[in-house]
Each structure stands twice: as structure tokens, then as C-alpha cells.
């Protein structure tokens, strides 16, 4: 496969736009399509910019459809004895690791936090230590609420540990319970999560699977897709549809229970 940065971008055709998007259609989630089209559409504004390609050339070469549809439907929502042989696991290590795992655990589950989100935390972020409430980063670097209700205890219990050092939220910890103050990256974040999921006996789990299960919780307590999508700190209402883990049987059983239509009246 030839190296992307050696191609002659500016020389290619319509039919050429055409199959990369097919190809990404084909083999990528709907999301991650579109990312890479909008990367197609920026090297060829480069291209225009920089005179190797007409004006007329660049506007029709970059009107490209976006992929639609809901693409494949990636993680899940785990079930509560999941979360709890998750959370035990933590419990029962007694190094600063498991109180450190379980507030990773937390932040991702009761918070609703991404990978990314939790690695980017500082101590100045926690709002207030009992309620669990924290200032949050996020994508484009805007600043939103989030809370983390009864999994505050295990924030507690790693700051009791981390001491009120300023500097990251979270740190390492290396063999032997070594605290080392530098700051987790969201590849070290998957890595607590798989590591304790596995420990746990609990397969295919991401921290995008307890964001999946914060909003499917949500939804289940009756949460409005407005309303989850502000917690999950979402520009578009639209996102939410990809977290909601709910069964098809277990949302028509809910649409019933909250739709009430009056009977016929009886005929003769």
C-alpha cells in the first residue's frame, strides 16, 4: 500500500473520490468514515491553496456525500453484577492501585467520562470531593459539569491516598504501590480498565462500555435523550442514539407504561 503523504493528491480523479468513499463506507463505523472524508477535503482546499489545483476542480472533487446511517453498533452497557465484581476486584486491593482503579472505574461509569476526559482531570477540577462534583475538559476544549453521585466515595478514597499535591487528578502507580506523580494517559486508562476487567472475569469491556452504561442507566431512569445528552457533554442530540443500550423489547415495554390511550367505547 503506497505511503498516503507521496501521492500526487491534486491529480486525482472524480472515480477516485468516489471508491475512498465507498471503501470507507464498507470498512469503517459511520463516524470514523466521515472523519477521514473531511481529511480528504481538507488536503484538496491544500492543493487549491497552494495553485496545484483549479478552483472549479477543488469544489467538485471535495462535494462529497457524506456516510450515513447508524454504521455498526460498537461496545455495550454492562449489566450490574458486572459493575459490581468490577468494582470488588478494586475493593479488595488493598495498594493505592485499587482506590486509584476504582475512582478510574467511577468516573467512567457514574460520571460518564471518556477515556481522554479522566486522563485530563486535575485536583483543581473537583469541584467538591463529597458530591462528586467535577469541572470537565472536554472535546474542543470546553469546560462542562459532571457528577459523580455514590461513586464520590472512591474519588475520596484516592485522593486520601494522592495527597493535595496540584498537578494531575490521577497518577501512576508502579509494582509495590510506588505513587508516582505523572500523569495517566487515556491508553493507560484503557489498559486500568481492561486489566481489572479481566481480573474481574468480565469480557469485552472499554472505558467506552461504562459510558455506554451511564447513559443507558439514564435512559432506563427515564432521562430524556436532551438530557443525556448534556450529561455526556454531546453538541447533538443525535449522539446519544449510539449509547442507548436498551433492548428493543425493553423500550416498548417502557413506551407502553408511559402511553396511555383511553379504551374504545363498548359498541352494541
Same mark, same amino acid.
Given at each position: 500500500?503506497?505511503?498516503?503523504?507521496? +501521492?500526487?493528491? *491534486?491529480?486525482?480523479?472524480?472515480?477516485?473520490?468516489?471508491?475512498?468513499?465507498?471503501? $470507507?463506507?464498507?470498512?469503517?463505523?459511520?463516524?470514523?468514515a466521515?472523519?477521514?472524508?473531511?481529511?480528504?477535503?481538507?488536503?484538496?482546499?491544500?492543493?487549491?491553496?497552494?495553485?496545484? +489545483?483549479?478552483?472549479?476542480?477543488?469544489?467538485?472533487?471535495?462535494?462529497?456525500r457524506?456516510?450515513?446511517?447508524?454504521?455498526?453498533?460498537?461496545?455495550?452497557?454492562l449489566?450490574?453484577?458486572?459493575?459490581?465484581?468490577?468494582? !470488588?476486584?478494586?475493593?479488595?486491593?488493598?495498594?493505592?492501585?485499587?482506590?486509584?482503579?476504582?475512582?478510574?472505574?467511577?468516573?467512567?461509569?457514574?460520571?460518564?467520562?471518556? !477515556?481522554?476526559?479522566?486522563?485530563g482531570?486535575?485536583?483543581?477540577? =473537583?469541584?467538591? =470531593?463529597?458530591?462528586?462534583?467535577?469541572?470537565?475538559?472536554?472535546?474542543g476544549?470546553?469546560l462542562?459539569?459532571a457528577?459523580?453521585?455514590?461513586?464520590?466515595?472512591?474519588?475520596?478514597?484516592?485522593?486520601?491516598l494522592?495527597?493535595?499535591?496540584?498537578?494531575?487528578?490521577?497518577?501512576?502507580?508502579?509494582?509495590?504501590?510506588? =505513587?508516582?506523580?505523572?500523569?495517566?494517559?487515556?491508553?493507560?486508562?484503557?489498559?486500568?480498565?481492561k486489566?481489572?476487567?479481566?481480573?474481574?472475569?468480565?469480557?469485552? =469491556?472499554s472505558?467506552?462500555?461504562?459510558?455506554?452504561?451511564?447513559?443507558?442507566?439514564?435512559?432506563?431512569?427515564?432521562?430524556?435523550? $436532551?438530557?443525556?445528552?448534556?450529561?455526556?457533554? *454531546?453538541?447533538?442530540?443525535?449522539?446519544?442514539?449510539?449509547y442507548d443500550?436498551?433492548?428493543?423489547a425493553?423500550?416498548?415495554?417502557?413506551?407502553?407504561?408511559?402511553?396511555?390511550?383511553?379504551?374504545?367505547?363498548?359498541?352494541?
Open positions: 500500500m503506497k505511503d498516503a503523504s507521496r +501521492l500526487h493528491w *491534486h491529480t486525482i480523479t472524480a472515480d477516485a473520490v468516489a471508491r475512498i468513499r465507498q471503501v $470507507l463506507a464498507e470498512r469503517f463505523a459511520v463516524a470514523t466521515n472523519r477521514a472524508l473531511t481529511a480528504l477535503r481538507q488536503v484538496l482546499r491544500s492543493c487549491w491553496r497552494g495553485g496545484l +489545483l483549479a478552483y472549479e476542480d477543488y469544489l467538485r472533487l471535495s462535494d462529497i457524506p456516510v450515513r446511517g447508524d454504521g455498526a453498533v460498537r461496545g455495550r452497557a449489566q450490574q453484577q458486572e459493575l459490581d465484581r468490577l468494582y !470488588a476486584v478494586c475493593a479488595a486491593d488493598p495498594s493505592p492501585a485499587g482506590a486509584r482503579d476504582g475512582a478510574v472505574l467511577a468516573l467512567g461509569h457514574a460520571a460518564g467520562l471518556r !477515556a481522554g476526559e479522566i486522563a482531570l486535575n485536583l483543581v477540577d =473537583v469541584v467538591d =470531593v463529597v458530591t462528586g462534583e467535577l469541572l470537565v475538559r472536554g472535546k476544549g470546553t462542562a459539569g457528577s459523580l453521585g455514590e461513586g464520590a466515595a472512591w474519588l475520596a478514597a484516592w485522593l486520601a494522592r495527597g493535595e499535591a496540584p498537578g494531575p487528578l490521577l497518577y501512576h502507580v508502579r509494582r509495590f504501590g510506588k =505513587v508516582v506523580p505523572a500523569r495517566l494517559s487515556p491508553g493507560a486508562v484503557f489498559q486500568i480498565v486489566r481489572r476487567a479481566a481480573a474481574a472475569g468480565v469480557t469485552n =469491556v472505558p467506552h462500555c461504562l459510558r455506554k452504561t451511564h447513559a443507558t442507566a439514564l435512559l432506563r431512569a427515564g432521562f430524556d435523550h $436532551l438530557m443525556v445528552m448534556r450529561s455526556l457533554r *454531546h453538541r447533538d442530540v443525535r449522539s446519544v442514539r449510539c443500550r436498551r433492548a428493543d425493553e423500550r416498548a415495554a417502557a413506551q407502553r407504561a408511559a402511553i396511555r390511550v383511553p379504551m374504545p367505547a363498548a359498541r352494541s
